[in-house]
C-alpha cells in the first residue's frame, strides 16, 4: 500500500522538532526575554482544535514551572462580540497551524492592543497572525498535507515548552528539549498493536490524562474521531470519576496516558477502579491491575513525557485508521485550514 501523508508526516517529527530547536532557537530566546521582563502575572491563549490541545499543554507547563496561571480566552470574544479585555502585564500566546484564521487573529491584535505581550506559535511566519504579534515562533515543521496535523502540533507543544523552559532558566528542562528528538525516535518504534486489536471495531473509547498528559488526551480523543471514526472522549482521570465512569461496564475500552509525574498513582488507580467494572484498561508508564500495559519511552522529564507519547499514539492512530478503513489523509467533512469567525 501506497504510504499515507500522515504516516510521512509522522515520521518526519524527530527531524521537524531538531530543526526547530536550531533555526528558532533565537526567537525563543528573544521572547522568553521580553517575558523575564515583564513579569507577567498571567498568561492568556488563543486557540482552536489541536492548536487549542498544544495550548493546554502550555498552561500545565507554564503553571508546574513559574507557579502562572495560564487561562484560555474565546477567540469570539474580539471576533463577534467586540469586547476588549484588559491585558495589561500578560502574555498573550496564538497558537495555529496557519495562522489564518479570522478568529484566532483578532483576538491576538485585541490582546495586544490590550496591553499584553504578544506571541505567535505558527507554522506561517508571515501570515496574519504571525505579523499581528509581538514575537512569532516559526515551527519550521514544512509542509503537512494531511488533514490531520501531527508534526506540527507536536512543535507547537515543543515551542511552548522552550518558550518556558527559556523564561524560566530551568536547566533541566533545557537539556530535555534538547534530548527530544532522540526519545521520539525511540517512540516510533514502540508497539501498540495490542490497543489497535481491541479498537478495530470499537464503537466509543475513553482516553484519560492528568497535567499535560491530559492535553495529550484531547488530542487523542479528537484524532480517533478525525482519522478513525470512532466516538472517543478525553476526560482527566479525576473528573472521568464525576459522572462519565457511570457509562463504563463490560469491555468499554480505555486508554490511560500515564507519565512518571506525582499524577501517576492516581492514574493507577483511576484505571484499576475502571478495569474492576469490566473496562478494556490500556495504561502506559506502568503495570495496571485487570489491563494492558503499553510501553512508553522511560527515564524522561516529566514535562517533555506526555509529548513523546502523543508521536507514538499518531503512528499507532494512523495504522488504526487503515485498519478501520478509513483514509487519514481526508478525515469526511474536514479541510486542513479551518477558518473561522
Known amino acids: 500500500m501506497t504510504q499515507t501523508h500522515m504516516a510521512r508526516e509522522v515520521a518526519e517529527i524527530p527531524g521537524a522538532v531538531a530543526r526547530f530547536l536550531v533555526e528558532t532557537g533565537p526567537e525563543v530566546a ?4 521580553a517575558m523575564r521582563r515583564l513579569n507577567p502575572g498571567l498568561i492568556v ?12 499543554y502550555l498552561k500545565y507547563a507554564a503553571e508546574l514551572l513559574a507557579g502562572i496561571p495560564v487561562a484560555s480566552v474565546g477567540p469570539s470574544v474580539a471576533s463577534i ?5 484588559r491585558l495589561a502585564g500578560a502574555v498573550c500566546v496564538g497558537i495555529s497551524q496557519s495562522g ?3 478568529d484566532i487573529v483578532e483576538m491576538m491584535r485585541a490582546g495586544r492592543a490590550g496591553g499584553a505581550l504578544s506571541v505567535a506559535i505558527t507554522n506561517f511566519e508571515n501570515s496574519p497572525m504571525g505579523l499581528a504579534a509581538n514575537h512569532c515562533l516559526g515551527l519550521r515543521a514544512g509542509v503537512e498535507q494531511s488533514v490531520a496535523a501531527t508534526k506540527t502540533f507536536v512543535v507547537s507543544v515543543l515551542a511552548g515548552l522552550a518558550l518556558v523552559a527559556e523564561w524560566q532558566e530551568d536547566d533541566a528542562l533545557r537539556q530535555a528539549i534538547a534530548d527530544l528528538p532522540d526519545a521520539l525516535e525511540q517512540a516510533l518504534r514502540l508497539d501498540w498493536s495490542p490497543l489497535a486489536a481491541r479498537l478495530a471495531r470499537a464503537g466509543s473509547a475513553y482516553v484519560l490524562g492528568r497535567g499535560p498528559a491530559f492535553a495529550i488526551a484531547n488530542e487523542s480523543a479528537l484524532k480517533l474521531k478525525e482519522t478513525c471514526g470512532l466516538h472517543a472522549e478525553s476526560y482527566s482521570a479525576a473528573e472521568v470519576l464525576h459522572g462519565p ?9 480505555v486508554l490511560a496516558l500515564g507519565v512518571d509525574d506525582a499524577a501517576l498513582p492516581h492514574v493507577i488507580a483511576t484505571a484499576e477502579r ?22 512508553s ?3 524522561l522529564h516529566p514535562l517533555v513525557a506526555p509529548l513523546v507519547l502523543a508521536t507514538s499514539f499518531y503512528r499507532f492512530v494512523e ?3 487503515r485498519r478501520r478503513g478509513f483514509d487519514p489523509d481526508t478525515p469526511p467533512h474536514l479541510r486542513k485550514v479551518t477558518e473561522t469567525v
Not at 30 to 33: C, L, N, R, S
Not at 81 to 85: A, I, K, S, V
Not at 284 to 294: M, S
Open 100 to 102: 489564518q484564521s479570522p
Open 297 to 299: 519511552v522511560p527515564g
Open 274 to 295: 475502571l478495569a474492576a467494572q469490566g473496562a478494556d484498561v490500556f495504561l502506559t508508564g506502568a503495570p495496571v491491575k485487570g489491563g494492558t500495559e503499553l510501553p
Open 45 to 56: 491563549t488563543v486557540a482552536r482544535g489541536s492548536s487549542d490541545h498544544a495550548a493546554t
Open 81 to 85: 462580540y467586540g469586547r476588549p479585555l
Open 30 to 33: 528573544q521572547a522568553a526575554a
Open 245 to 253: 465512569a457511570a457509562i463504563v461496564q463490560s469491555q468499554f475500552p
Open 319 to 321: 495504522e488504526l485508521a
